[in-house]
C-alpha cells in the first residue's frame, strides 16, 4: 500500500495506521515530479490530496505505482456555503494553504481518472463532526487484459 498525503510528514508519524497493513518503509518525494523506485502495490491512498495538484499529472503517476487490477481510495473535501475550505487552527502554516486549494468535484475526479484508465467502483460521502462534507471513491486500474468500460452516468457529482 502507498498512502499519499498533506502534508507528507504526517505518514511518517502514523506507521501502521490503517488495519491490516504495515508500513514498513517511507518515500518522501513531490508526487507531481518525482519517480517513485518500488514494486507496484496492490493499493494506494491518496487523502485530501488532489485538492493541492494537478490531478492529471498525479493520476498518471500514481497509475505507475499500482499493479494491473489495483485500487486507488481517494478523499476530497466537497464545497460548503457555511464552512470555511481550510478549518481555523492554532497552526498558522495551515492557513498558507487556502492559496493553493482547489477543490476538485468528484464527477471532474471520476471523469479524469477514466480518462487514465481506472474504473470508479464506489462513492460515498461522508460528513464530518464539525460538518465538512467529503467524497470517497474507489477506482480500480484496468488490467492489461480487460479494458473496463465507464459505467452509464449514475447521477452522481
Known amino acids: 500500500?502507498?498512502?499519499?498525503?498533506?502534508?507528507?510528514?504526517?505518514?511518517t508519524r502514523?506507521?501502521?495506521?490503517?488495519?491490516?497493513?504495515?508500513?514498513?518503509s517511507y518515500w518522501l518525494a513531490i508526487v507531481q515530479k518525482d519517480e517513485f523506485a518500488f514494486a507496484p502495490v496492490e493499493l494506494v491512498f491518496a487523502g485530501l490530496?488532489?485538492?493541492y495538484v494537478d490531478a492529471e499529472?498525479?493520476?498518471?503517476?500514481i497509475q505507475a505505482m499500482l499493479c494491473p487490477g489495483g485500487m486507488l481510495l481517494t478523499v476530497?473535501?466537497?464545497?460548503?456555503?457555511?464552512?470555511?475550505e481550510i478549518t481555523p487552527?492554532?497552526?498558522?502554516?495551515?492557513?498558507?494553504?487556502?492559496?493553493?486549494?482547489r477543490l476538485v468535484p468528484p464527477k471532474l475526479l471520476?471523469?479524469?481518472?477514466?480518462?487514465h484508465g481506472y474504473?470508479?467502483?464506489?462513492?460515498?460521502t461522508l460528513k464530518a463532526a464539525g460538518g465538512k462534507e467529503f467524497q470517497v471513491q474507489a477506482f480500480r486500474l484496468a488490467t492489461p487484459n480487460h479494458r473496463l468500460q465507464p459505467t452509464p452516468a449514475s447521477g452522481r457529482d
Not at 502514523?14 to 514498513?24: A, D, F, M, N, T
Not at 499529472?57 to 503517476?61: D, E, T, W
Open 1 to 11: 500500500m502507498v498512502w499519499i498525503s498533506i502534508p507528507i510528514t504526517f505518514c
Open 14 to 24: 502514523v506507521p501502521g495506521l490503517l488495519i491490516g497493513y504495515h508500513c514498513s
Open 49 to 51: 490530496l488532489f485538492e
Open 57 to 61: 499529472v498525479v493520476l498518471a503517476k
Open 76 to 84: 476530497v473535501q466537497l464545497p460548503s456555503a457555511t464552512i470555511s
Open 89 to 101: 487552527s492554532q497552526f498558522a502554516s495551515l492557513g498558507a494553504l487556502s492559496s493553493v486549494m
Open 110 to 115: 471520476r471523469q479524469l481518472a477514466a480518462a
Open 119 to 124: 474504473h470508479e467502483t464506489e462513492a460515498q
